[in-house]
């Protein structure tokens, strides 16, 4: 599904501003209402899959919303139609994250839960990866049509939808207790560890701003636009490479030790941004913020689910990923307001005090994220 979703997405705005004449504000505004929505709804949607005791159901809803998406985006004739195939498309991401966690998690042994957590995260980023590399191979074979790359994307995002119904299997017993209902109190109750890591993925998440500022900075030391997605290839692929073996080595140490270090990596990230003399030393700082995203993102993840009872755990994923959905809209627009008042140096700046606050926080909470 990443596949399709990233094909689409890397060419959506070629489609809306030369094709459909929409604005680049317009475009902005799409994107962050988006994925504010995606958010809110991955919320929602993990109350409602406790609540119900509905796993694989809601995440193959999520999934089958995605691709149904997909083909709105081939015959759109306009902007609002474009709009309703995006909101569509993240309504069906919201639907299906937080349930989907919560399936990974009750269909996973606890002590293989950070290799199952690596794992997923690092095929989410060779979707990201493949999908626009894909667009690119199909825009130059399909004479830059980019509704036939729309098209394309439909069979992969099919594919997903029919692997999740057949090949994956909830377990046998879901019969909540008398005492392990749902309730909104036991919800808001979620032990320590579990605002332990809010706490330090907010701080993380403050650090680590939009990726755009990643290639506004190689740009500015020289890097010509042709090759700006090589920006985003490059920490995508060191992303996808550490995600499983930092997640399977979470299940052997602390996993908040792999969250220390990726604090460690990011503010080396930053520093590298912000002293850089030249483009290999910037395109170094990509490959190490892909570093910390592998060190990290998958790590979280296993660490909420080893945190929350199962007959929480999907709100807990939920309530997570809309406070880190809200943390990056945060820190972007804050990074664009320092780069327009002070320049590149304050934002990159800025994003390494994020990162030592960040490893102050995951220090003191070491303690209540060790395993036992």
Same mark, same amino acid.
């Given at each position: 599904?990443?596949?399709?979703?990233?094909?689409?997405?890397?060419?959506?705005?070629?489609?809306?501003?030369?094709?459909?004449?929409?604005?680049?504000?317009?475009?902005?505004?799409?994107?962050?209402?988006?994925?504010?929505?995606? *958010?809110?709804?991955?919320?929602?949607? #993990?109350?409602?899959?406790? !609540?119900?005791?509905?796993?694989?159901?809601?995440?193959?809803?999520?999934?089958?919303?995605?691709?149904?998406? !997909?083909?709105?985006?081939?015959?759109?004739?306009?902007? +609002? $139609?474009?709009?309703?195939?995006?909101?569509?498309?993240?309504? #069906?991401?919201?639907?299906?994250? *937080?349930?989907?966690?919560?399936?990974?998690?009750?269909?996973?042994?606890?002590?293989?839960?950070?290799?199952? @957590?690596?794992?997923?995260?690092?095929?989410?980023?060779?979707?990201?990866?493949?999908?626009?590399? #894909?667009? $690119?191979a199909l825009m130059i074979w399909c004479g830059f049509d980019v509704?036939?790359? @729309?098209?394309?994307?439909?069979? +992969?995002?099919?594919?997903?939808?029919?692997?999740?119904?057949?090949?994956?299997?909830?377990?046998?017993? !879901?019969?909540?207790?008398?005492?392990?209902?749902?309730?909104?109190?036991?919800?808001?109750?979620?032990?320590?560890?579990?605002?332990?890591?809010?706490?330090?993925?907010?701080?993380?998440? $403050?650090? =680590?701003?939009?990726?755009?500022?990643?290639?506004?900075?190689?740009?500015?030391?020289?890097?010509?636009?042709?090759?700006?997605?090589?920006?985003?290839?490059? $920490?995508?692929?060191?992303?996808?490479?550490?995600?499983?073996?930092?997640?399977?080595?979470?299940?052997?140490?602390?996993?908040?030790?792999?969250?220390?270090?990726?604090?460690?990596?990011?503010?080396?990230?930053?520093?590298?941004?912000?002293?850089?003399?030249?483009?290999?030393?910037?395109?170094?700082?990509?490959?190490?913020?892909?570093?910390?995203?592998?060190?990290?993102?998958g790590v979280m993840s296993a660490i909420v689910a080893l945190a929350?009872?199962?007959?929480? =755990?999907?709100?807990?994923?939920?309530?997570?990923?809309?406070?880190?959905?809200? %943390?990056?809209? %945060?820190?972007?627009?804050?990074?664009?307001?320092?780069?327009?008042?002070?320049?590149? %140096?304050?934002?990159?700046?800025?994003? #390494?005090?994020?990162?030592?606050?960040?490893?102050?926080?995951?220090?003191?909470? %070491?303690?209540?994220?060790?395993?036992?």
């Amino acid at each position: 599904m990443d596949t399709a979703s990233e094909a689409i997405h890397s060419i959506l705005p070629i489609f809306l501003v030369h094709t459909l004449g929409a604005s680049v504000v317009m475009l902005g505004l799409i994107e962050g209402v988006a994925e504010g929505f995606t *958010a809110i709804t991955k919320l929602g949607s #993990g109350i409602l899959s406790d !609540k119900l005791q509905a796993r694989k159901s809601l995440t193959i809803v999520g999934y089958s919303l995605a691709a149904v998406s !997909k083909p709105l985006f081939a015959i759109a004739t306009s902007v +609002p $139609m474009v709009i309703f195939a995006r909101m569509s498309d993240r309504f #069906g991401k919201g639907i299906r994250g *937080a349930p989907r966690d919560a399936l990974i998690a009750d269909i996973t042994p606890p002590e293989l839960q950070g290799a199952a @957590f690596g794992l997923r995260q690092g095929l989410d980023t060779v979707g990201a990866v493949a999908g626009p590399l #894909g667009a $690119m191979a199909l825009m130059i074979w399909c004479g830059f049509d980019v509704r036939a790359v @729309f098209w394309v994307a439909v069979i +992969p995002a099919t594919l997903a939808v029919f692997v999740l119904w057949l090949g994956v299997q909830e377990p046998a017993d !879901k019969t909540p207790q008398k005492d392990k209902r749902w309730s909104l109190r036991a919800a808001l109750s979620l032990p320590p560890s579990f605002w332990a890591v809010i706490a330090i993925g907010a701080g993380l998440t $403050m650090a =680590r701003f939009s990726e755009a500022f990643l290639i506004l900075r190689a740009q500015e030391q020289g890097l010509s636009p042709a090759l700006m997605p090589l920006v985003l290839v490059i $920490m995508n692929v060191v992303f996808a490479l550490v995600s499983y073996p930092a997640g399977a080595l979470a299940d052997r140490v602390p996993p908040v030790w792999l969250l220390i270090a990726s604090c460690v990596v990011l503010a080396c990230a930053h520093a590298l941004f912000v002293f850089a003399p030249s483009l290999p030393w910037i395109m170094a700082g990509v490959a190490i913020w892909g570093l910390h995203l592998g060190l990290s993102q998958g790590v979280m993840s296993a660490i909420v689910a080893l945190a929350a009872p199962s007959h929480v =755990r999907a709100s807990a994923f939920g309530l997570f990923n809309l406070i880190m959905g809200l %943390a990056i809209i %945060a820190s972007s627009v804050l990074a664009g307001l320092l780069w327009e008042t002070l320049g590149s %140096a304050a934002t990159f700046t800025a994003g #390494g005090v994020f990162s030592v606050l960040s490893l102050m926080g995951a220090l003191m909470c %070491a303690p209540l994220l060790r395993r036992g």
